[in-house]
């Protein structure tokens, strides 16, 4: 590499041939490969990634959260096709042209952050966990052992603590992980290992008909879960729920009763802290009483309702959630903490998670290093490479405060009472229920129907209009 800083490279992006000619010199080659030669520009790489950023900064950072913007400029699938430079050729691109590219990827994206951009997921663009995520994706570090990533391990490690005091332990352990529903299947494995431990070594043969109960209402994860761990979508009961969405305790504890008549043996109960349609929070403590005297695995899905925890005023919607044994929560959801940042919570001290997971790889999990191997927390994962995302969590946290995440959940659920108030001034417009969280459940009553009378008619005919408009 020229150590002249005003010599330029010929080619955008490319090596200086004279640097090469040089390197050649005293050129280290096996197969025809020089080993010691340079392979890539480091300052033409610096001046890209500078460039690259300050595209980001106007195209996402300003203009993507302008309420003036477009959310997306929409196209086909072919039309973008047509519009992208979308294949990969032997000869690499120019620098120019590699920022062209990232200016139409940002041009036809949906901008997540907009202020008029509505989905499951998202409430806007929190600043501190943008800044979290640049610098993990420049540092690329993976959270298996602290050798590798001492400083995220101890961020994990204090974020995991703090939740735990939130639901309400003197104790646990955790783990971050791809989403709530990686967090609800290993839940689900974790209380089958609980129930059998022998599952680990000798497999599902032998074992018994393995049965669990979940809300009609839970979230699709928990059959998928089923599937992928050999239990089977047949063996995921599904209990009734009340007129708000909520499960029903006594149905749970007959199909327990019924379970137990038909041979089965049931092992765990999952129950929801915001289901994803209405928003309905399951009575933990009734299912808790009913876990106790059954001796099930409670398992509370809280990816969605657990932020609740974090406001004084609304925690009670969880009212019971420090009996579970374990808890699904999603501080990228409500709390902003920027996809994907989840964690699975275990009430279990005594290293349940390492016991059910740890794979006890030698070369990478060493017991003689010259720190507290405990904080190799990699062998209790599913996932060997594995992101700091409780990083993002940690930098909002610090930034805003515990009062500043309490605001931020109370001005969500206000601003839900805002727009249910608003609703029912609204002529054409049918509120489903009141809400007790941030689901607004609603119809939009077209004029053709306004004076129609509610019945088996009117509901055919309204389910056929939104079938159409959503065919548009």
């Keep these: 590499m020229s150590s002249d800083p005003d010599r330029e490279c010929p080619v955008d992006g490319g090596i200086d041939q004279q640097e090469m000619v040089s390197s050649k010199k005293s050129a280290v080659l096996v197969d ?79 901008k997540t952050n907009h202020p ?52 309400g332990w003197k104790e646990g352990d955790g783990i971050f992980n791809p989403g709530g529903s990686v967090s609800n299947m290993y839940a689900m494995n974790l209380a089958r290992y609980k129930y059998c431990p022998d599952i680990k070594e000798k497999g599902l043969s032998g074992l018994p008909r393995l049965i669990l109960f979940t809300s009609a209402e839970c979230h699709y994860s928990m059959k998928k879960a089923a599937s992928f761990l050999g239990i089977g ?95 699904a929560w999603n501080p990228h959801k409500m709390l902003m903490a920027g996809i994907q940042c989840c964690a699975l919570l275990v009430k279990d001290k005594s290293d349940l998670l390492k016991k059910c997971y740890s794979a006890k790889a030698s070369y990478l999990f060493q017991q003689d290093k010259f720190y507290d191997v405990s904080y190799d927390t990699g062998d209790k994962s599913i996932q060997c490479s594995r992101r700091p995302d409780a990083f993002k969590f940690w930098m909002t946290w610090k930034a805003l405060g515990t009062s500043g995440l309490e605001e931020r959940v109370n001005r969500a659920l206000a601003l839900s009472r805002y727009l249910v108030e608003e609703i029912k001034k609204r002529e054409g417009f049918k509120l489903l229920l009141e809400p007790e969280y941030a689901n607004i459940c609603f119809w939009y009553i077209p004029p053709s129907l306004r004076e129609m009378e509610e019945g088996p008619e009117f509901w055919a005919k309204l389910n056929l209009v939104i079938a159409l408009l959503l065919d548009l």
């Design 233 to 327: 979508t047949d063996n995921v009961c599904f209990v009734e729920t009340d007129g708000r969405g909520k499960m029903i305790p006594d149905e749970l504890e007959r199909q327990i009763w019924q379970a137990r008549k038909e041979g089965a043996a049931p092992f765990l109960v999952c129950a929801t802290s915001g289901t994803t349609v209405l928003g309905a929070f399951d009575p933990l403590d009734e299912i808790a009483d009913i876990c106790e005297r059954h001796g099930l695995w409670l398992h509370v899905d809280a990816s969605w309702g657990g932020s609740a925890l974090l406001s004084r005023k609304h925690r009670k919607l969880l009212h019971g959630v420090h009996r579970a044994d374990s808890v």
């Design 32 to 110: 025809g490969v020089i080993l010691n030669g340079p392979t890539t520009d480091a300052k033409a790489g610096e001046k890209f990634v500078e460039e690259a950023c300050r595209l980001i900064m106007e195209e996402v950072v300003l203009k993507a959260t302008d309420v003036n913007e477009k959310v997306c400029e929409w196209r086909s699938p072919e039309q973008l096709k047509q519009l992208l430079d979308l294949e990969m050729r032997d000869t690499g691109e120019p620098h120019h042209r590699l920022l062209e590219l990232c200016q139409d990827v940002i041009r036809y994206s949906v």
């Design 116 to 167: 008029r951009f509505f989905n499951q997921l998202y409430a806007g663009l929190d600043y501190y966990s943008l800044v979290a995520r640049f610098m993990i994706e420049a540092l690329n570090p993976s959270v298996y052992t602290y050798e590798v990533s001492p400083v995220f391990l101890l961020v994990e490690e204090a974020v995991l603590k703090k939740m735990i005091e939130f639901i």
